[in-house]
Every structure is written in structure tokens, then in C-alpha cells.
């Protein structure tokens, strides 16, 4: 992780992923939690889970929104790593309390990206 580290959270559409890797192709580290460091997993237990296979529409859905959870472990292994001024982490899960410590500040993003990209 980076000497700073922010956490930029938001609901679906707001446009995380896009300034993710804009970061990126800027030569700043940005992870996309859903790619980076999600898991279908147990929120409580974080053993990795598969759907069950009666859900559909809005009931598997519903159901993976609860059980999307960051690895802690890939979370805390980039914090020795100060190599970075700054890391940002991007995206949302439901054990996120499990490592808010390890962020300097918690963003919150709330609107979706205009097409002039501002």
C-alpha cells in the first residue's frame, strides 16, 4: 500500500471503476476491489461460497450483494509495502470494518461520471 491510503466507496454506477483506471493509466495505484480482492465468500466465517443454484433474478442478486467480501488477507498484505505515496482502493464489501483501520480517509462517491469525464 502507499505511505497514504483512501478507501473510495459508492453505489453501482457512480463511475468507481472508470476513475480506477483512469488512476492507473496515470501511474497511480488503484485496486478494484471487485477484481482485485472480492470473494463470493460466508460474511462471517469468509469461506468461499458458491450460489445456490434455486436463486435467480432479484433473489441471486440480493444474495451475492450480501455475500460480496474482500480477502482481508490480499487487503493487509499491501500495507508493509510503503513503496507508493498513495494506494487507493476502490469499491465495497461487506466486511469492510474487518480493515477500515488500515485507511487514512473513507471517500464516498455519489454521483455517476458525466460524459465530459468530470
Known amino acids: ?9 459508492g453505489a453501482s454506477g457512480t463511475g468507481k471503476t472508470t476513475l480506477c483506471h483512469a488512476l492507473r493509466r496515470r ?3 488503484a485496486l478494484n476491489g471487485d ?4 470473494l463470493t ?3 462471517v466465517t469468509g469461506e468461499p461460497l458458491e ?3 434455486d436463486l435467480d433474478g432479484p433473489n ?3 444474495w451475492l450483494h450480501e455475500h460480496h467480501i474482500w480477502v482481508s488477507a490480499k487487503v493487509r498484505a499491501a500495507v508493509p509495502d510503503h ?3 498513495m494506494t487507493f482502493f476502490w469499491g465495497g464489501s461487506r466486511n469492510s470494518r474487518q480493515f477500515l483501520d488500515l485507511f487514512d480517509a473513507v471517500l ?3 454521483e455517476g461520471v458525466r460524459a465530459n469525464g468530470h
Do not use: I, T
Open 83 to 85: 513503496s507508493e505515496a
Open 108 to 110: 464516498m462517491r455519489s
Open 35 to 38: 477484481q482485485d480482492l472480492a
Open 41 to 43: 465468500s460466508d460474511p
Open 51 to 53: 450460489a445456490p443454484p
Open 27 to 29: 501511474g497511480v495505484r
Open 1 to 9: 500500500m502507499g505511505r497514504k491510503n483512501y478507501l473510495v466507496e
Open 60 to 62: 441471486r442478486a440480493s
